[in-house]
């Protein structure tokens, strides 16, 4: 957030900054708190170098007699490092800052995917419970189809042969051919059903093939 509003130069650039300021001037190295994995909060410790307490105890000790000599009261000068050292805390508190941030959204962010994660099993199995269903339904179209051609194909089948039986009754002589001319069916289809109708005792043909009748008798 910071970065993005030109707050700070980069992440992490202030701790970096402070490390290498403390390091040049002969500082004790930064200690971040806590160093356990329990607690939800983040501290730098910033020490001074003695070099520096010493020149700050000498310009506290200036002052004191100051106004221990005269009685007026003398203004504390702030030495130039320590804006320095103002300016890096600062920048240490904002990282530390962008750090806490990072940290509290890290949860949430593994909080989504957690829950995503647990969706997805959920997701998958309503899919295939669909797909089930879809697949058990088309499957069950289709016998009914087939039976329902099925019924189609019987009834057609005892509608030419009702047919074929009353052709004969009514002209006894008549051949195959022209019988299936009148239904307009193919003649190896009249001949295997003439065949089917002899072979169960329905019809029966006597006499020659040319000056022979038919017997419907069924």
Same mark, same amino acid.
């Given at each position: 957030m910071f970065f993005a509003l030109n707050l700070i130069e980069s992440y992490g650039s202030g701790i970096r900054r402070a490390k290498d300021a403390m390091a040049d001037n002969g500082s004790p190295r930064l200690q971040?708190?806590?160093?356990?994995?329990?607690?939800?909060?983040?501290?730098?410790v910033v020490r001074i170098n003695e070099e520096f307490a010493a020149v700050r105890r000498e310009e506290e000790g200036k002052v004191s007699l100051a106004a221990s000599g005269?009685? %007026? @009261?003398?203004?504390?000068?702030?030495p130039q490092g320590e804006s320095i050292t103002q300016e890096v805390t600062r920048e240490i508190l904002q990282g530390a800052s962008i750090t806490q941030d990072a940290t509290q959204e890290t949860p949430q962010r593994a909080s989504i995917t957690q829950e995503t994660s647990q969706e997805a099993p959920i997701t998958?199995?309503?899919?295939?419970e669909i797909t089930q269903e879809i697949t058990q339904e088309t499957l069950q179209d289709s016998l009914i189809t087939q039976e329902i051609r099925k019924d189609?194909?019987?009834?057609q089948e005892i509608e030419?042969?009702?047919?074929?039986?009353?052709?004969?009754?009514?002209?006894?002589?008549?051949?195959? %051919? @022209?019988?299936a001319i009148r239904l307009n069916v193919k003649f190896d289809s009249v001949r295997y059903r003439v065949k089917q109708m002899r072979k169960n005792g329905e019809i029966r043909h006597e006499g020659s093939t040319k000056s022979g009748r038919w017997l419907v008798l069924k």
């Open positions: 971040f708190l806590p160093d356990n994995d329990s607690d939800d909060y983040t501290m730098a005269d009685g %007026k @009261e003398s203004i504390q000068k702030i998958q199995e309503i899919t295939q189609d194909e019987i009834a030419i042969t009702a047919k074929i039986k009353h052709i004969m009754s009514d002209d006894p002589g008549i051949s195959l %051919k @022209e019988v």
